[in-house]
């Protein structure tokens, strides 16, 4: 039993359909993916500072900030880590926003975010040997208080991880964008000498 012209018509408009709806949702998908990829220094700095407070005020009593620098102690205090990651991430976001596409290829925006990503990554690590050297404090008071605890060190420090990786291959990706424009330039300078050389030269013949 056969299908009819009209059947197989129709079958073909809706296969048709569902294939250039797949092409349509990969296009975007694709495009959003790039999107990601180009914004992903100023996502990542965002999240660098928003997600160690978020942490600390998840599980710590609530206070102003001005309580807890009063009453701050490096071997115990936690809000110096999300000060940290605030000011690493204004830093990294500002200088990322001065620089071009040559300071962003070869420039400040790499030796910057990684000093300041190295920097901070030594002073939680230093940090981390003294709050873990001593017992777990707090209301919890327990294993809950010491897993927030390390929550928030190795937030901060696969953060500033991150920012270094960011850096890299934002780094290699502008270096590929200025090598790839600098052949085009070369490529196309020849035939615009000659071009010009070829109008001017008629011109000169013109008015001999």
């Known amino acids: 039993?056969?299908?009819?012209?009209?059947?197989?018509?129709?079958?073909?408009?809706?296969?048709?359909?569902?294939?250039?709806?797949i092409k349509t949702i990969?296009?975007?998908?694709?495009m959003f993916f790039s999107f990601l990829l180009v914004s992903a220094p100023i996502f990542l700095a965002v999240a660098d500072a928003l997600?160690?407070?978020?942490?600390?005020h998840r599980f710590s009593s609530p206070a102003t900030l001005s309580s807890h620098l009063t009453n701050y102690d490096f071997r115990h205090?936690?809000?110096?880590?999300?000060l940290i990651s605030i000011i690493r991430s204004a830093v990294i976001l500002c200088v990322y926003g001065l620089c071009d596409g040559p300071k962003l290829s070869r420039g400040p925006y790499l030796t910057i975010t990684m000093i300041c990503s190295i920097s901070s990554l030594i002073y939680v690590s230093l940090k981390a040997a003294f709050v873990f050297g001593?017992?777990?404090?707090?209301?919890?008071?327990?294993?809950?208080?010491?897993a927030a605890e390390v929550a928030l060190f190795l937030c901060s420090s696969v953060l500033a991880i991150?920012?270094?990786?960011?850096?890299?291959?934002?780094?290699?990706?502008?270096?590929?964008?200025l090598l790839v424009f600098k052949i085009d330039i070369e490529a196309v300078s020849p035939l615009?000498?000659?071009l010009f050389f070829r109008r001017y030269r008629n011109l000169l013949f013109y008015y001999i």
Not at 7 to 21: A, F, N, P, Q, V
Not at 51 to 56: F, G, I, N
Not at 77 to 82: H, R, V
Not at 162 to 177: L, N, Q
Request: glycine share 10%.
């Open 192 to 194: 615009l000498h000659l």
């Open 51 to 56: 997600l160690p407070s978020a942490l600390l």
């Open 26 to 30: 990969f296009v975007l998908f694709t």
């Open 1 to 21: 039993m056969g299908f009819s012209k009209e059947e197989i018509s129709k079958t073909r408009k809706l296969w048709s359909s569902l294939w250039r709806g």
């Open 77 to 82: 205090s936690l809000i110096d880590i999300p």
């Open 162 to 177: 991150g920012h270094i990786v960011v850096a890299y291959r934002t780094s290699c990706r502008e270096r590929k964008k």
């Open 134 to 146: 001593e017992p777990a404090i707090g209301d919890g008071g327990g294993n809950y208080f010491r």
